[in-house]
């Protein structure tokens, strides 16, 4: 009989991730079942949709549902284990309540999408009762491994390949086909302020002018009025000047699409780069706002793609490194361990020998305050008439704490990224009001 396993998800790059990444499970062994929460950052129709492009789910088929009807349906239906990939505060929601009621408890797999070096405690922090948490590079383990014994905590982190590389790297070169584009992967939070913002748009807008044979794609992860897994305080498309060239356009859909017409591609740091290295699509990472934690960039230090914005003007992109391809999401498949632990721990949970994992949360309130944790993450989602209360509490303290922190600083009263994210460094986390 096959095992029985439920993917959570909720916002674009989770769903995205969760869903390429279950459908790589072994389907002999599991049967897998999906479903959308809801939740502040819940992925619109659209965006699951695009999310969903080349895995094993369809999107008219995936439910979607509220915390306590998923706890519902794991009290009704024997699911031996949960694979929880939301946004930081819903996973941490998610998992605490499983941990609570449901008994035989299933074994719980988290883990974060996209590229997660240099290792964050909060993304940590929020998952620390999962008993399996994801990571795809073996430099993404050392970096995980170390911080977590710095903190005098556990965690058993497995491997798996990014899983829309797998697909990608059995294609070999890049597909043939018209190729007329320079694609931009636009990130909501990195960099974060409005000036640095503005001069990025203005160098798209130099670019285009440059290079008037070729389409220069401003490739946005959500439409007006749709949320992303972070939130977008200066959207580009509102910093474009209206007499922008018009070989400058705004475009969403799935990355690979427009991978499969671009001659370059050009981030920040987007999880993206990783997508084009694997289409062999010559890249650029940007060092104009710097090489740091907080860009989220580091890791693409040796990688050979770092340069200026002078060279995406001029059109001039570059060849990963093959030296740092192995230790960085392109190491052989054959290493990955992800599937081998969780059917490790469910063969532990059928003879009652799954342990429980503590949680590292230590704040005072007790259910109040978990209902405010879960107030937050959930917003008009919740409908708990504690989260309520919860809320007429919290919500007040919460801005008049903003509030202060602004007159003290105002530098720190602007977040690099949401609340419910987890590429916060620490010290970004306790400056900017409690996020992640």
Excluded: C
Excluded at 2 to 17: C, M, T
Excluded at 200 to 223: S, T
């Amino acid at each position: 009989m096959k095992r029985k396993l439920l993917g959570v998800i909720d916002s674009d790059s989770y769903a995205k991730w969760g869903a390429a990444l279950l459908s790589r499970l072994d389907r002999d062994a599991w049967q897998v079942d999906l479903t959308v929460v809801g939740s502040r950052p819940a992925a619109s129709a659209g965006q699951l949709a695009s999310a969903l492009v080349g895995t094993a789910f369809q999107a008219d088929a995936v439910p979607r549902a509220t915390l306590p009807e998923i706890l519902d349906r794991l009290g009704r239906e024997a699911y031996d284990a949960v694979f929880v990939s939301t946004s930081g505060a819903v996973a941490e929601a998610v998992i605490t309540e499983i941990t609570m009621k449901i008994r035989p408890r299933p074994v719980l797999l988290t883990g974060l999408p996209g590229i997660s070096s240099p290792a964050k405690y909060k993304g940590i922090f929020r998952r620390a009762q999962a008993d399996l948490f994801v990571l795809h590079s073996h430099r993404e383990i050392r970096e995980h491994r170390e911080l977590v014994a710095a903190r005098g905590m556990t965690h058993n982190f497995v491997l798996a390949t990014l899983p829309f590389l797998e697909q990608l790297q059995t294609a070999g070169a890049a597909a043939p086909g018209r190729r007329d584009s320079i694609v931009f992967a636009a990130q909501p939070g990195v960099p974060w302020h409005l000036e640095e913002r503005q001069a990025m748009a203005a160098r798209l807008v130099e670019a285009a002018r440059a290079n008037p044979g070729l389409r220069v794609v401003l490739k946005v992860r959500a439409l007006p009025g749709e949320l992303q897994t972070h939130r977008e305080k200066y959207p580009y498309p509102d910093l474009l000047p209206a007499g922008r060239p018009a070989n400058l356009v705004v475009e969403a859909g799935p990355m690979s699409e427009h991978l499969a017409r671009a001659v370059g591609f050009v981030t920040v740091s987007s999880t993206a780069a990783i997508e084009a290295i694997a289409a062999h699509v010559p890249s650029i990472v940007l060092t104009d706002f710097g090489v740091s934690g907080p860009m989220i960039n580091t890791v693409f230090i040796g990688s050979n793609l770092l340069a200026s914005s002078d060279e995406l003007v001029a059109a001039r992109f570059r060849e990963v490194d093959p030296a740092w391809r192995q230790d960085n999401y392109f190491h052989d498949p054959a290493e990955n361990n992800w599937q081998q632990q969780l059917d490790a721990l469910a063969a532990l949970r059928d003879v009652g020998a799954l342990p429980d994992r503590p949680a590292q949360r230590t704040s005072s309130g007790g259910a109040l305050r978990r209902a405010w944790d879960r107030k937050r993450a959930f917003g008009e989602h919740d409908h708990t008439a504690l989260g309520y209360l919860a809320a007429t509490i919290g919500y007040p303290m919460l801005y008049a704490r903003r509030l202060l922190t602004s007159l003290r600083s105002p530098a720190s009263a602007a977040p690099v990224i949401d609340e419910t994210n987890d590429e916060a460094t620490e010290g970004q986390v306790t400056a900017h009001a409690g996020r992640e």
